[in-house]
T-cell receptor, first 110, second 112 residues
Framework: KAGVTQTPRYLIKTRGQQVTLSCSPI?????VSWYQQTPGQGLQFLFE???????NKGNFPGRFSGRQFSNSRSEMNVSTLELGDSALYLC?????????FGPGTRLLVL | EDKVVQSPLSLVVHEGDTVTLNCSYE??????LLWYKQEKKAPTFLFML????IEKKSGRLSSILDKKELSSILNITATQTGDSAIYLC????????????FGQGTRLTINP
């Protein structure tokens, strides 16, 4: 089975721009979660989608949003980028409790 | 506020040594505790612990959960340079906004 895939792998943006990241879960996995990882804060939960519905949401501002499609693929959008949004964004899919992570998208905001 | 604390934050040992990594938590609606290994890319799953006192083992790695002490340890015996990574501890909640609460990780470096 193919693993979780994320695109793009690397991205450079400037402040004020917006960005959309994509995640394709493992086939058959309906739950997709997004995390932000920074050296200072570690891994922080953004949100979780299940069957196209946002099931849980972390403590991030409204600039961070997401959605899930009928094929379980998920996208995450960040609007009005700030320097502090520079991070590794990880997506994880699961069918039971175990989450399998994708390789991440490394976002650099200049 | 829910939190997961790992110690030490950084550890450097020689190949062949045995290491013990610690994870303590204060999380409401506890479901399970998970350990991940993160090298350069995505975290890879190591163990999931739900019952106190039962050791999970995989090769040179083992882990045990102590629900009374709200903590877990990850042991690695006969360490190898390939064990160098960040080890993440996470607690899964039964309900709540945040499904997984992660610790900051322990950066383990194995010197030859």
């Amino acid at each position: 089975k193919a693993g979780v895939t994320q695109t793009p792998r690397y991205l450079i943006k400037t402040r004020g721009q917006q960005v959309t990241l994509s995640c394709s879960p493992i086939s058959g996995h309906r739950s997709v979660s997004w995390y932000q990882q920074t050296p200072g804060q570690g891994l922080q939960f953004l949100f979780e989608y299940f069957s196209e519905t946002q099931r849980n949401k972390g403590n991030f501002p409204g600039r961070f949003s997401g959605r899930q499609f009928s094929n379980s693929r998920s996208e995450m959008n960040v609007s009005t980028l700030e320097l502090g949004d520079s991070a590794l964004y990880l997506c994880a899919s699961s069918v039971t409790e175990t989450q399998y992570f994708g390789p991440g998208t490394r976002l650099l905001v200049l | 506020e829910d939190k997961v604390v790992q110690s030490p934050l950084s550890l450097v040992v020689h190949e062949g040594d045995t290491v013990t990594l610690n994870c303590s938590y204060e999380v409401t609606n506890f479901r399970s505790l998970l350990w991940y290994k993160q090298e350069k890319k995505a975290p890879t799953f190591l163990f999931m612990l739900t019952s106190s006192g039962i050791e999970k083992k995989s090769g040179r790695l083992s882990s045990i959960l102590d629900k009374k002490e709200l903590s877990s340890i990850l042991n690695i015996t006969a360490t190898q340079t390939g064990d160098s990574a960040i080890y993440l501890c996470a607690v899964e909640r039964i309900q709540g906004a945040q499904k997984l609460v992660f610790g900051q990780g322990t950066r383990l470096t194995i010197n030859p």
